[in-house]
């Protein structure tokens, strides 16, 4: 028996406690090795020895294990049924428990009963059952010794409970304690809790927490109750029992009232609690959490709960602790690491309660929109929406608009931002160049903003994690060149503004890529270099005379450093020479480099003197040498604005080099004359004058007399007119001229940017002269265009994205002009998929570029006719025109100025006045406009479509995101009152005309050039107002005094000289300043941008519902309007205008159900009984082609205003009651007016009309169906009885309309239009669940008899039966018949079914004849 004694296989699986696994492994482990020496077995001639080893266990001495025999079950079943059989049972069980106490006495062998026994059995019979209970825990399992067996055990836990752990490393106490876990059966649970809620009060703390924790595996559920209160009284006593007291709460089946007593009465110690015990508190409150308190609790929570008031003790405790300790630096790294580790754990605990409760997530929301006070907000607020936005996809969208809102108001602010991310700084550092990697833009962007602010706010502790920020060097492929600039700006300013260690590794990283990628023949590649080499040199050479924030204490640039950034730009400029667009692109980013940052002055002296050499030589010829060559074209100089002598003046010398360009580049030769010169491009034109002209402006502070000479000198072109020669002109010569015009244009371009600030009166006259040829120029480049289809100008932007861009070329061209003019032109790279190739240029006008079949038809009649060429928007060649600078809109501001002409002795000989025109300002206006667009405008109204580049959008606005959104706002404010000059003068300008018009429409001037060009201007001005006032950065606090400001501009052309006004005031004043100037719109955009500039406005105001009547007035007077026709379209209204502006007056109105009662009810009908081309007399608006718009908008406002009204309930005053069963009538009236319109509308002329209106009928018929079913079914539930004619009546109008629904499900059949049919599936449900919900109505209202039922047949709008193949051998009979009152689920592909709600004398009528 003794023999085959083993050693368990798996120690730690034996017991369930680290103690009891730790006494096998020790003492067995050394007897094992003695051989067995003192293995001997316990003799004693007591019943208990007797009766245990009979039944299979036999007792061992010393400190081994007891021998199990027999399975352990077989075990418990012998023993039970030995005493339960013994002749003196039950005297027995007295015996056997009295030798149980005077064998435990011994101390070791009461140890051996509490270890696990040693299992006899061979490998074989044991596989399964590895692991062996205690003695005393298998005497537990028998009920009749476990009462007795309990009560011995917690009379000996007295011995051992102030006793010290043994000397092997067992606690008695705990071992005791595991006896009693997981026990199959307790006999007498109540006296078991009674015994141990009793030594828990007398235990050392020590115990006290072992022995709470382990109540749950001891208890049963019935104890729970008891328990949960004994231990909720002690948790007041005893606080430091609060952790394992809230961990068996949460384990505890209680009452709701017990666990919030609990909740409230930990929530008030919360604020002075341990950090290690917070998580486990939070845990708790979270876990008690329900629906009808989850916002009060977490109110509360949010309250109390301090991060920064658990979080600092630890930090400044383990800081303390460091300067105490020098020396034993980990005592104080693990009292900082286990602040750590509980906040991480703190935000588990949080984290996994917002994933699995939507409740939670919600009521934490909820609490932190409540919070309206600045001070009020914590640093938990912030981390709690980025963990809620991280685990709960569903709520993104909320927790974004929650920051928007919380930000614009000034709730969060910089300050809460930095008190939540300073104490994790390198993860925050991480986390950003984890974005920064992702290759997602819009991450991208975002991050590396937020990257440089914090190298400005705290550089010195930037340069700390700087070996992080510079691996992402190795993902510059995926980034765009404005991001490229931030990147290398951010890393410049980390390895150059102050030494530091890493300081030289990062300069050499920077170099090599820099070298690396300039040397690359792709410009791609060499375009990375560029910029990455001009910012690290803006860095290194700015200007020191001033300390700034980052170079504290720096002198002037010394002679290494000078040395180092004219030797890193010559490096630049002799690897881009060979590229002209990678010269190009030098120029503008040293340009931009020297406009944007204070270079020093060494640096500037060297750049002005190579630069004025270098562009003198290579652009600038003397006037009276004429170029002579072989030119397709005789060569003149044009556009100079001085008298020059013959020998005397200078000229641009643009076209010779622009044919010497296209010479060498189509394969030509050159003479020896020729090819020694350096050959420049004239791509290098505009951008290297820039360059100049920067530079002059910052060495003479704004002073540009040295180059003046270029504003006024006159251009080596030819003539540009084309006249008859147009059409017999090659493809290459009309590219030539075109690409001529592209490079004259940006030639004056940059120009007017230059001088545009110069204040003389004489200059200002040449600006204006410069600005009326650019618009002279475009017109005759518009014609060019028009006859080179498929031309590709030349670049003006040089980034990435403008290099890859072709302009959008739909233009349409008579077959006449094609056959004349073979495909060609200055062909490039991107050639090949010119046509095909998407347009992100294009921003409004696509009608003028891409017209329909039909339209081009017309076109080339036209053609024929007239022999005229078509248009072509500029607009889709945004990206080839250079970028005008903000100051060039300081042009506004001019009125009249005078030019004073002098005579050979300097006196004045005449003066000329000359002023701003309409071409010249609708010119300026709609680039503002354009600019505006770009930086203003919210993300989300200019969403880029599903995989289209974000970034093409941002092609020719490379200067102006230089800027920032606040910076150009603010720039705008500054142009408000001259702006609101010329808008004044318009309006005077349509005042005049339309009196001398006496308000006829089509009178005299109204078609002509210059009352479209003032048109224009109109709308481009209320389109920037609109632009600037929808700003949503007004929303925030640091620009409150800019939205002040340009509302007192507003505010002051109505009463002028009224300072300090409140908001409010500024708002109301501004608002009627713009409203007045309705009487004089000239179109319908104009009406639409006044209409959203005043809706804008009004959403400032803190009481918008005064001046809501007034948008809703204006909004009908402009439908009501009388509007000219336009040449593209016949109502000269685009859809989407007017979709826009009569989903406005619908919103706005008083009345939503009346006013399209009027347009269904009143205008339609007039529009029927009209001719052809007519509109209705009341809504001029509306006409047979704009008709879908109307009907599609009258039921989405109609679906949407049933929709808000809120469903009535059984409380509700009678008088609300009847309020809102009128509602519903005047609802059901008008959708029963809009669906038979569709019956009016079904013929063959308007066909295509009939088909839009049935789409939108389907899809918005079956949400109005919905919300009937929602709002309205609630309503006539309790208000039957009451108002029985009335609801009945109601019902029997909507059936009309259901049906009507039914069989525009079988018209969709007919036409087979999945747009149609898609919509059937729901709608056919929709239907059935609404035939149900009215008999469960009449039910409940015990008016069963009301209802029948009966099959619909499948008929067309027009009433027709759709004959199909299950429905031939039906008759009509039988669903004349059929009086069952369930619903028929067999017919539901073929037959729709519909209630038939009246009173007694109705419900008699045939189904059939109804149809």
Known sequence: MVSKR?????????????????????????????????????????????????????????????????????????????????????????????????????????????????????????????????????LLGIDILQPAIINILFEKLPEFIFKNVNSDGLSMPRLIINQLKWLDRVVDSKDLTTKI?????????????????????????????????????????????????????????????????????????????????????????????????????????????????CILPSLLQASQSKVKNKGQKSSSGNQENSGQDCVILLFDVIKSAVRYEKIISEAWIKAIENTTSVSEHKVLDLAMLFIIYSTNTQTKKCIERVLRNKIRSGCFQEQLLQSTFYIHYLEVIGALVTHICSGNEAEVDTALDVLLDLVVLNPSAMRLNAVFVKGILDYLDNMSPQQIRKLFYILSTLAFSKQHEASSHIQDDMHLVIRKQLSSTMFKYKLTGIIGAVTMAGIIAADRSRSSSLTPGRGDLSSEQCTQVTSLLQLVHSCSEQSPQASALYYDEFANLIQGRKLAPQVLEWAGQTIFNDFQDAFVVDICVVPEGDYPFPVKALYGLEDYDSCDGIAINLLPLLFSRDFVKDGGRLTSQESDQKLVSPLCLAPYFRLLRLCVDRQHNGNLEEI?????????????????????????????????????????????????????????????????????????????????????????????????????????????????????????????????????????????????????????????????????????????????????FSILHCGLVTKFILDTEMHTEATEVVQLQPPELLFLLEDLAQKLENMLTPSVTRRVPFLKSKGNRNIGFSHLHQRSASEIAHSVVQLLSPMCNHLENIHNYFQCLTAKNHDVVDGPGIKGQEYDIMSSCYQRLLQILHGLFAWNGFFQPENINLLYSALEVLANRLKPGEPDQALEELLSQSFHYLQNFHLSIPSFQCALYLIRLLMVILEKSTAPTQNKGKIASLARQFLFRVWPSGEKEKSGIPNDQLQALLSIYLEHTDSVLKAIEEIAGVGVPELISSPKEASSSTFPTLTRHTFVIFFHVMMAELEKTVKGLQAGTAADSEQIHEEKLLYWNMAVRDFSILINLIKVFDSRPVLHVCLKCVS???????????????QCMPLLDFSFRKHREDVLSLLETFQLNTRLLHHLCGHSKIHQDTKLTKHVPLLKKTLELLVCRVKAMLILNNCREAFWLGNLKNRDLQGEEIISQNSQESTADESEDDTSSQVSKSKGTEDGEEDEASDGEKEQESDDDSD
């Open 1256 to 1270: 939108s009928l389907l899809q918005y018929g079956r949400l109005f169906v919905e919300a009937f079913l929602k």
């Open 6 to 138: 083993r050693l368990p296989t798996s120690e730690d699986k034996e017991n369930l406690t680290e103690d009891a696994s730790k006494a096998r492994k020790q003492p067995l482990s050394k007897k094992t090795k003695k051989s067995h020496v003192h293995n001997e077995v316990e003799e004693n001639n007591s019943v208990f020895v007797k009766l245990l080893k009979t039944s299979g266990i036999t007792l061992k001495t010393g400190e081994n294990q007891n021998q199990l025999a027999v399975d352990q079950i077989i075990f418990q079943r012998k023993l039970f049924q030995t005493l339960r059989k013994h002749p003196s049972y039950p005297k027995i069980i007295e015996e056997f428990v009295s030798g149980l106490e005077s064998y435990i006495e011994d101390q070791n062998s009461f140890r051996n009963c509490l270890l696990s026994c040693e299992h006899l059995q061979d490998e074989e019979a044991s596989m399964g059952t590895s692991y062996c209970k205690s003695l005393i825990k298998l």
């Open 708 to 888: 003046d000479g270029l504003l006024d000198c006159p251009i080596f072109l030819t003539d540009l007119e084309p006249g008859e020669r147009l059409e017999s002109m090659s493809v290459k010569e009309r590219s030539f001229i075109c690409s001529l015009i592209f490079l004259t244009l940006n030639w004056f371009r940059e120009v007017v940017n230059a001088f545009c600030r110069q204040t003389l009166p004489e200059m200002k006259v040449k600006v204006l002269t410069r600005l009326k040829h650019i618009v002279e120029l475009q017109q005759l480049l518009e014609k060019h265009l028009a006859v080179t289809p498929d031309y590709v100008p030349p670049l003006a932007n040089f980034d990435l994205e403008t290099s890859e861009v072709t302009p959008h070329t739909s233009t349409a061209v008579s077959a006449k002009i094609r056959i004349q003019g073979n495909l060609g032109g200055r062909k490039r790279k991107a050639d090949g998929n010119k046509t095909s190739s998407p347009d992100p240029l294009s921003k409004e006008d696509n009608s003028e570029c891409d017209p329909a079949p039909s339209d081009r038809s017309q076109l080339e009649k036209e053609f024929r006719g007239k022999e005229e060429k078509t248009s072509v928007s500029l607009q889709n060649y945004h990206a080839f025109f250079r970028e005008l600078d903000l100051e060039v």
């Open 197 to 309: 809620m009793q030594l828990i009060s007398i235990a050392p703390v020590y115990l006290q927490h072992d022995f709470v924790t382990s109540l749950p595996e001891i208890l049963g559920d019935s104890q729970h109750a008891d328990v949960g209160k004994e231990l909720s009284d002690l948790l007041t006593e005893n606080t430091l029992l609060t952790v394992p007291i809230l961990d068996v709460l949460s384990s505890l089946q209680l009452e709701p009232k017990l666990l919030t007593k609990v909740r409230q009465l930990v929530m008030g110690k919360l604020s002075s609690v341990m950090l290690d015990d917070l998580p486990m508190i939070i845990k708790f409150i979270l876990h008690s959490i329900r629906a009808t308190d989850a916002l009060e609790v977490i109110s509360e929570l949010r309250e109390k709960l301090d991060l920064q008031h």
